[in-house]
């Protein structure tokens, strides 16, 4: 297969790491991404030239460090094509945008007896914030199925569109699956029936072009590590409309237009949800990392991991006696397997002494385990800079260890 | 043969192999030879709940002796148990509590140590110890 990105992976220096004296390979991209130099030296430079704390001060370093918070922002606009920079928060990560609209949309437009949406493929952190604003508001949250192909079950999507539902939370991506779910298709119907939706966009970010006016989300969110970008920076883009009704997530310094003991009046959007100082380094260095994927293009991109995966998935079934969970025809770069009747642990721990990093376990997705009633799978996840030799390795490392059992 | 002779037994036993897969292959041969642990015993009471594998631990005392039965669903896993009762199963509870697990370290399961590593040794041998107080406070 032809492998348009071999050269960048000069760009990853741990990519030249060996563990237990193995060439690294690493193939655990859906947890976390390795960051290319370029993201680095922006933190480094951040820390050595402009640091200073942002919008507050009236001195030079404090006006470059603002400022490259901000353009920074803009890089997430035009990335994420939403209309206006004031529409994007920086968050830690998906986990904490999906809280802030748990708890702020919550609070502002659900009331007892109202229904939220998610499905049986959401990772843990697209489950809990809602389970603890059904508890706090006495909501009711159900759960799309999905098919054994991993597939949304769009027929029973439908049926649970009701007038009750206040908000469809649902993934982008599957993280275990690799599922892409028809989003565009899933909030057109939602809003037919005035329902909000929100996106977990974590696993789409890094591998498919995502262009939020298009898909016409009411919030999305994504992390900033697992594409590329330094860790404890992440994402929520939300419609103004929605963000403009909504109460502040979290009190602070940066989010105030005036506090009073006799009482406080909030800062605009979108500093009304960024209590206290926001990682205006990381936001930096993130949208280095927006320049990176977008220089090596995101469609090339999306093609190329495609057929990384399909050649992988070939491998993986030549092998025999591989289950792969998440066969759906629209599937991002991401491979879930058992080997055999091997434990997933026992295959890692393996892996993992001849060098290959992947996951094993439940994935943060334990409901989904459920529903294919297993305990968890091995893990295989891509990035751009991965090639076949690694997935080579990888098959013949499994190879070894059928036999070892 | 006292704890400490086992533990010396086993070490030699791993360091006897260079080459990482041959320890991990030893340490598979043993969990598959350890025996199944009876099924009223694969109760979540005797559970060690882990992020990946599961453990099941039951301890039986006899005034004297402590008899200790385990078993896991991962391979790997049941291998390291294994070693456990060999090293701590027929002891006295005192015997277990001032044991140094030496042997752990030495064959270089270490990294099995950590608490975050799922099902960590440390939740087996704190669940071992707790059986080993229950037990003396009982003699």
């Known amino acids: 297969m032809e492998v348009p990105f071999r050269h960048i992976r000069n760009d990853f220096p741990i990519l030249q790491e060996k563990v237990y004296g193995k060439e690294l390979i690493y193939l655990d991209n859906a947890a976390t991404t390795q960051k290319p130099k370029v993201v680095v030296e922006a933190i480094e430079q951040g820390y050595y030239k402009t640091n200073a704390n942002i919008h507050r001060g009236v001195h030079y370093l404090s006006m470059r460090a603002t400022e490259a918070h901000e353009s920074a922002r803009a890089c997430v606009a035009r990335f994420l094509n939403a209309s206006d920079p004031a529409e994007i928060v920086f968050t830690r990560g998906t986990t904490e945008a999906i809280n802030l609209v748990a708890s702020s949309f919550g609070e502002a437009f659900c009331n007892e007896g109202d229904v939220i949406l998610c499905s049986e493929m959401e990772h843990h952190s697209n489950i809990v914030p809602w389970q603890l604003l059904c508890q706090r508001k006495k909501l009711q949250l159900k759960v799309i199925p999905i098919l054994d192909n991993g597939d949304l079950d769009r027929q029973a999507l439908r049926a649970m569109l009701t007038s009750e539902v206040r908000l469809l939370a649902i993934t982008h991506v599957s993280n275990v699956l690799g599922t892409i779910n028809p989003v565009k298709e899933i909030i057109r119907l939602a809003h037919e029936h005035n329902i909000a939706v929100l996106i977990d966009g974590a696993q789409a970010v890094p591998h498919v072009k995502v262009d939020v006016l298009d898909l016409d989300a009411d919030f999305y969110a994504f992390s900033g590590h697992k594409m590329y970008g330094p860790a404890g920076i992440g994402v929520l883009y939300g419609k103004r409309k929605w963000l403009d009704q909504m109460p502040p997530y979290q009190g602070g310094g940066e989010m105030i237009a005036q506090v009073h003991f006799s009482g406080s009046t909030w800062n605009e959007l979108p500093y009304k949800f960024e209590a206290g100082t926001p990682d205006f380094i990381g936001s930096t260095a993130l949208a280095k990392a927006i320049e990176y994927v977008e220089h090596l293009d995101m469609d090339a991109i999306a093609r190329y991991e495609t057929d990384l995966m399909h050649y992988a998935t070939d491998a993986l079934l030549q092998l025999g006696d591989v289950r792969i969970f998440g066969t759906s025809v629209h599937k991002s770069a991401v491979i879930s397997f058992q080997l055999g009747n091997i434990h997933p642990f026992d295959v890692g721990t393996l892996l993992d002494r001849m060098g290959l990093a992947l996951r094993t376990g439940h994935h943060c997705a334990q409901p989904l385990m459920d529903r294919f009633g297993i305990e968890g799978t091995i893990r295989a996840s891509f990035a751009v800079y991965n090639v076949p030799e690694e997935v080579d390795v990888l098959i013949t490392a499994l190879k070894r260890i059928r036999t070892m059992f | ?139």
């Open chain 2, 1 to 139: 043969m006292e704890i400490n002779e086992i533990q010396e037994e086993i070490i030699e036993e791993f360091q006897s192999l260079e080459d990482w897969m041959d320890k991990y292959q030893l340490l598979i041969d043993i969990g598959n030879e350890l025996p199944p642990l009876e099924e009223q015993y694969k109760k979540p009471e005797y559970l060690i709940e882990g992020c990946q594998s599961r453990v099941w631990i039951h301890a039986q005392y006899d005034g004297q002796l402590i008899t200790l039965e385990a078993e896991s669903d991962t391979v790997i896993v049941k291998g390291i148990i294994a070693l456990l009762v060999r090293v701590l199963s027929g002891r006295t509870p005192d015997e277990i509590l001032n044991a140094n697990l030496f042997f752990i370290d030495a064959i270089g399961l270490k990294d099995h140590l950590s608490p975050t590593r799922s099902n960590g040794l440390v939740s087996m041998i704190r669940q071992i110890n707790q059986y080993a107080r229950v037990f003396k406070l009982r003699a």
